[in-house]
């Protein structure tokens, strides 16, 4: 009771100060000081200051004067406007007059105005690393762990793989009690080309580019493979340092460079015309430097200043990342050939005469479809203007006119193929609306090694031991011309399967061949969704197929689906009562002019509209179908594009042999989820509860799948704000990211069990 009247004593004072001395306090009163304003007011400044960095339209030089002058007539009317309110809180000014107290505002503010631009501060310009954000934590002068993300306590934890960097200190020679800083891990260029050679030599798929590379390794969940990446890294913050005082950021950099980190360079410039030429010149000389650059960044140097601007929600306002456009060069097209991909789409692709962009050799670029070629009117031998898309995917941006030869002809697909595919000789088509012509002929040879890959994926049958290059070797040798060959093949034939070349020949080997085996063997009982996964129909992927296990019990129900029939054939009705709708303006307007009858119109939309009740009414009452009610329409986890895409693979030749071969090896994919009434929710611990599953968990992920069905709850493939959990092992970085954007739980495996009570 001491300590409570002690306390109440000290409100007790704390209370009467507020009245001996009430300018200090705001109590019962309006707010004199608008925050948004101020927000604002620095937003303004920010744009002074730095000149088209934060508009949303490009500043050009004759209207930069213009510009300028509104914010700053912008910025006095309202500093004066919220100094004006602030004054009355001042002793000197508590009694003065609005004329005193408004003359007061203008020559606080114009004293302010007058130190704009800001002169004297000075900035650290840094080249932006192409790289994965990281941050580091030491105790003591120890490191003990690494993240992907926040401050090292949250996020995606690569501390055993970033143990293997060199680059990386262990231990500080200064013991602080703890330490953060932040970096970019990066693989250089010449590492990258390294590597890439090899794995072409070993006939493996290429690395995209650096960044990708740098990502990957630092996921991997062997340290050794991180190892063998030689990855390296560039520090460019200090967060953190406890017993350790700095004013200046450069500071920061400079101690943590005595400490034996990898620090950024940087120069500490303070005119607005040194920093746009130190940014020039970082664009210049990226080249010259061993990691891919993407932009510069400017930083406030002062570290008092940083805590006055703050920061946003997103960024700090303290530092602005300046990104550099790609780099683009000319080259002519040699000539334009037409690539089948997996899903036997056609794609035409421009080979150019080769071109240095952005570290590498360009010699082909892709031109997407026939419209893409269309719209910018690609002809083979124009002189065209390329670019390296997000510095990954080589594009043609434009056609120099001016350069155009005189026999240069328009250039379609349909009239260079012949109309038939190029790998199987089969006819070529486009569906109506669509961009991209196909092959009919889902067995097409150019499609078997990507199919096969896909097929034994990790989301399709996760037959890890079978990568694209072994699916190529099968391919080359005949063991397996499509992804169901591969339950024929025999222990000896994949052991001896040869991945080299017939001068350097090299066995996959009987340990890998018994694996493959072992997987195949266990995915004739994997569920019905990773089955219709591995097929690779278009617009089947993780929802649509867990939708489709969901509404059937096998795989023959999906083969021969009337509910899928049902979706197309209420799209095609809900087109024709859409165009019958007597109340449309077209039909309003027939009727009043006689071209139609009032009373034929609405008899036919209401033969319509009855069609649609009756079709839809058993899909309603089960949950199979639901109904917009903000207009009329109807909608499902399973669209009318895939319906119609998984309807035209069941009844193709191909989709007919598949069900056979299926058939003849006894296999007959079962739903784990099938529910004849989805508005029936099972009892269960985790009724209601939608889950997501990510990353490497101890057992697989069908398991859980199934737990979670067994427990009344539901497994999807793709992450929303309506995602209760997403249940996490080990990897899985960008659904966990997710998940953390949109306040998803992120829970354990540990956390999962004590939901269901394991």
């Known amino acids: 009771m001491q300590k409570y009247g002690e306390i109440k004593d ?3 004072a704390v209370l009467e100060s507020y009245d001996k ?19 604002d ?10 000149p088209g960095y934060f508009e949303i339209k490009n500043l050009r030089k004759d209207s ?22 602030a004054l009355p809180h001042s002793s000197k000014y508590r009694e003065a007059d609005k004329e005193t107290l408004m003359e007061s505002a203008r020559e606080i503010t114009h004293r302010f105005l007058e130190k704009i631009p800001l002169e004297d501060a000075a900035y650290s310009v840094e080249p932006k690393v192409d790289g994965l954000s990281v941050a580091l934590e030491y105790r003591d002068g120890v490191f003990v762990r690494g993240a992907t993300r926040g401050d090292g306590r949250v996020g995606e934890d690569v501390t055993e793989n970033l143990r293997t960097i060199r680059s990386i200190p262990m231990t500080l020679p200064e013991k602080l009690p703890h330490l953060i800083v932040r970096g970019e891990v990066y693989m250089a260029r010449s590492v990258f080309e390294e590597i890439n050679a090899r794995r072409e030599i070993e006939g493996k798929p290429l690395m995209a580019n650096p960044r990708n590379a740098a990502a990957g390794s630092l996921r991997q969940l062997d340290p050794k493979i991180a190892a063998q990446r030689q990855l390296d890294i560039a520090v460019f913050n200090l967060q953190l340092a406890q017993g350790r005082s700095f004013t200046t950021h450069t500071e920061t950099l400079d101690y943590l460079r005595s400490q034996h980190f990898k620090v950024i360079p940087y120069r500490l410039l303070r005119t607005h015309a040194d920093v746009m030429a130190e940014i020039d010149r970082l664009n210049d000389t990226r080249m010259e430097r061993p990691f891919d650059m993407d932009g510069a960044v400017v930083k406030l140097n002062d570290l ?14 303290w530092a602005i990342a300046y990104k550099y ?3 683009r060069k000319t080259s002519c097209i040699l000539d334009i050939v037409v690539q089948v991909g997996r899903t036997g789409v056609l794609t035409p692709v421009a080979e150019l005469k080769p071109v240095l962009l952005s570290g590498s050799t360009v010699a082909r670029a892709t031109l997407h479809n026939q419209d893409e070629i269309d719209r910018k009117d690609v002809r083979i031998g124009d002189t065209v203007l390329v670019e390296k898309a997000g510095e990954i995917i080589p594009a043609v941006l434009k056609v120099n006119l001016s350069k155009r030869p005189a026999d240069a002809r328009p250039y379609s697909i349909l009239e260079a193929t012949g109309g038939l595919c190029p790998a199987c000789g089969n006819p070529i088509m486009k569906e109506e609306g669509k961009v991209a012509w196909r092959c009919t002929n889902f067995t097409c040879p150019a499609q078997a090694v990507s199919g096969i890959t896909h097929f034994c994926s990790r989301s399709a049958l996760d037959v890890e031991s079978i990568g694209s290059s072994v699916a190529e070797a099968l391919r080359s040798s005949g063991l397996a011309a499509s992804a169901l060959d591969l339950f024929s093949l025999k222990l000896e034939q994949l052991a001896n399967l040869n991945l080299g070349t017939p001068e350097e020949p090299r066995r996959y080997g009987e340990k890998n061949a018994q694996k493959a085996l072992d997987a195949l063997q266990n995915a004739r009982e994997l569920p019905l969704e990773r089955w219709l996964i591995a097929f690779g129909i278009p617009l089947v992927g993780e929802v649509v197929a867990k939708a489709l296990a969901d509404t059937h019990p096998d795989l023959e129900h999906v083969a021969d689906s009337s509910y899928l029939r049902d979706i197309v054939r209420l799209d095609e009705l809900m087109e024709q ?20 009858s009032a009373e034929a119109v609405q008899e036919r939309h209401q033969e319509l509209t009855d069609e649609i009740d009756r079709l839809t009414s058993p899909y309603l009452e089960t949950g199979y179908l639901r109904k917009n009610t903000a207009k009329f329409s109807y909608g499902s986890e399973i669209g009318v594009a895939a319906a119609k895409s998984l309807q035209s693979f069941f009844t193709s030749a191909a989709g007919n042999h598949t069900m056979d071969v299926l058939r003849g090896l006894g296999i007959n994919p079962q739903s784990q989820s099938y529910r004849a009434n989805l508005l029936e929710i099972p009892a269960g611990a985790l009724s209601g509860k939608t889950f997501v599953i990510t990353g490497t968990l101890s057992q697989p992920r069908d398991y859980f799948e199934q737990l979670i069905a067994a427990h009344g709850g539901k497994a999807t493939g793709a992450i929303s704000k309506s995602t209760s959990y997403l249940l996490a092992g080990s990897g899985g970085g960008s659904k966990r990211d997710k998940a953390l954007k949109l306040g998803v739980p992120v ?4 956390d999962f069990n004590k939901l269901v009570g394991e």
Do not use: W
């Open 10 to 12: 000290l409100v007790n």
């Open 21 to 39: 001395y009430p300018v200090i306090q705001n109590i019962d009163c309006r707010s004199r000081i608008n925050s948004e304003s101020v927000n």
């Open 41 to 50: 007011l620095l937003e303004m400044i920010r744009k002074i200051l730095f």
């Open 64 to 85: 930069i004067e213009y510009h300028v002058g509104e914010l700053l007539e912008n910025i006095e009317y309202n500093l004066t406007k919220q100094v004006m309110m």
């Open 304 to 317: 008092a200043d940083r805590e006055t601007l703050g920061s946003t929600a997103k960024f700090p306002r």
């Open 325 to 327: 456009p790609p780099e």
């Open 577 to 596: 009562a859409a165009k019958t709708n007597p109340n449309t303006r077209e039909n309003r307007k027939a009727v009043k002019e006689g071209a139609l």
């Open 747 to 750: 829970i354990s495996e540990e």
